[in-house]
Antibody, heavy 120, light 107 residues
Framework: QVQLQESGPGLVKPSETLSLTCSVSGGSISGYYWSWIRQPPGKGLEWIGYIYHSGSTNYSPSLKSRVTISVDTSKNEFSLKLSSVTAADTAVYYC??????????????WGQGTLVTVSS | EIVLTQSPATLSLSPGERATLSCRASQSVGSYLAWYQHKPGQAPRLLIYDTSNRATGIPARFSGSGSGTDFTLTISSLEPEDFAVYYCQQRHNWPPTFGQGTKLEIK
């Protein structure tokens, strides 16, 4: 059974960089598209971007200037960096896998999510 | 980007009843619509993809229908574990987008 687990700081200061890692167990990172998705408190889900195991990426236009997603196939994990954060970036951040052969979803495996709060 | 509007925002039903959840797109998404179930503190769960395909392990009481801009998730007979928030998601246009969710609560 594939499992995804997000990790990283739960508190980030405004203007700094948010960094999260998603560790994948029970399956290989190869051959799939891996996404980051977030949910601000009381709001809906927002797709941030994806990475393929080869390293190719695609980002949401609204976040593209601040987002970097990278992959480490040797560790079976991928990471998110979001720069110049503000309070509007406070959210539960999820990592997720797209169904094989699909890129922008559907997302068949998700992590449980990690709350990141942006505050001084 | 495509906006998905889900209705109702909250649906109050009893176990054994039939649930009908709606997702309307601001423009056509073809058949590229998925549904997820989300319970507090848990990972979201893929139920239906490409309008009507049940994901692996999803019970037959969950079904999806629709095309273009109007889609429906139907739960034929509610079980106690079905009470959760449900989201729709389109992958027809970049970027992929989600609806705001329908909360299915016990009446």
């Amino acid at each position: 059974q594939v499992q995804l687990q997000e990790s990283g700081p739960g508190l980030v200061k405004p203007s700094e960089t948010l960094s999260l890692t998603c560790s994948v167990s029970g399956g290989s990172i190869s051959g799939y598209y891996w996404s980051w998705i977030r949910q601000p408190p009381g709001k809906g889900l927002e797709w941030i971007g994806y990475i393929y195991h080869s390293g190719s990426t695609n980002y949401s236009p609204s976040l593209k200037s601040r987002v970097t997603i990278s992959v480490d196939t040797s560790k079976n994990e991928f990471s998110l960096k979001l720069s110049s954060v503000t309070a509007a970036d406070t959210a539960v951040y999820y990592c997720a896998r797209s169904l094989r052969g699909y890129s922008f979803g559907p997302f068949d495996y998700w992590g449980q999510g990690t709350l990141v709060t942006v505050s001084s | 980007e495509i906006v998905l509007t889900q209705s109702p925002a909250t649906l109050s039903l009893s176990p054994g009843e039939r649930a009908t959840l709606s997702c309307r797109a601001s423009q056509s998404v073809g058949s590229y619509l998925a549904w997820y179930q989300h319970k507090p503190g848990q990972a979201p769960r893929l139920l239906i993809y490409d309008t009507s395909n049940r994901a692996t392990g999803i019970p037959a009481r969950f079904s999806g229908s629709g095309s273009g801009t109007d889609f429906t998730l139907t739960i034929s007979s509610l079980e106690p574990e079905d009470f959760a928030v449900y989201y729709c998601q389109q992958r027809h246009n970049w970027p992929p987008t989600f609806g705001q969710g329908t909360k299915l609560e016990i009446k």
